[in-house]
């Protein structure tokens, strides 16, 4: 069965510089949660959309934005990268409707900022 | 919003005895609970979950159980191996909107002694 791909699977990047880090949930599903994972801590729920609209926030930075696309990935723009954005970011989808809304995770890609 | 609390941090049990996780959540919203397994730089992995209109689940050496009145919910690994040595994340969500992020405990690294 297919599941959620993310890519890239490991990026570094410098202090200051950007990232954009892309998710290709499951198909036919219609949600996606972006959650960041620092060393040691839990995930934590950054930003999610239904049907290419955002339906909730969390303890994102304005410096991250991200969209839903047409075709259902989204994507995560990261700009003037910290020190403390070095974090595991995996992306989940769902589908809300009729289907039991599991989240399904994908591998995550793993952010080094040197 | 939810917060969730989870203990022990740490938990150490020889191979064969059992193990018992327990978490509080405090958002009486919150109608669905899964419990995820996550070893090193991998994805968090569902193992068992539940809702809230259930009061006690088991899947063959897993067994969850909850106590909505009191906001309480556990987890009981019994006969453990030394492949249960993960990190294992209560949840909490609010299933069924199409806002059902996940808010994660703080984790509890279990060790099985051999």
């Known amino acids: 069965a297919a599941g959620v791909i993310q890519s890239p699977r490991h990026l570094i990047k410098e202090k200051r510089e950007t990232a954009t880090l892309k998710c290709y949930p499951i198909p036919r599903h219609d949600t996606v949660y972006w959650y960041q994972q620092g060393p040691g801590q839990d995930p934590q729920f950054l930003i999610s959309f239904y049907e290419k609209m955002q339906s909730d926030k969390g303890s994102i930075p304005d410096r991250f934005s991200a969209q839903q696309f047409s075709d259902y990935h989204s994507e995560l723009n990261m700009s003037s990268l910290e020190l403390g954005d070095s974090a595991l970011y995996f992306c989940a989808s769902s589908l809300v409707v009729g289907a039991g809304d599991e989240q399904f995770f994908g591998p995550g890609t793993r952010l080094t900022v040197l | 919003g939810e917060n969730v609390e989870q203990h022990p941090s740490t938990l150490s049990v020889q191979e064969g005895d059992s193990a018992v996780i327990k978490c509080t959540y405090s958002?009486?919203?919150?109608?669905?609970f899964p419990w995820y397994k996550q070893e090193l730089g991998k994805r968090p992995q569902l193992i068992i979950d539940i809702r809230s209109n259930v009061g006690e689940k088991k899947d063959q050496r897993i067994a969850v159980t909850l106590n909505k009145t009191a906001k309480h919910f556990s987890l009981h690994i019994t006969e453990t191996q030394p492949e249960d040595s993960a990190v294992y994340f209560c949840a909490a969500s609010n299933r069924g909107s199409s806002a059902s992020k996940i808010i994660f405990g703080s984790g509890t690294r279990l060790s099985i002694r051999p």
């Open positions: 958002d009486s919203a919150s109608n669905y």
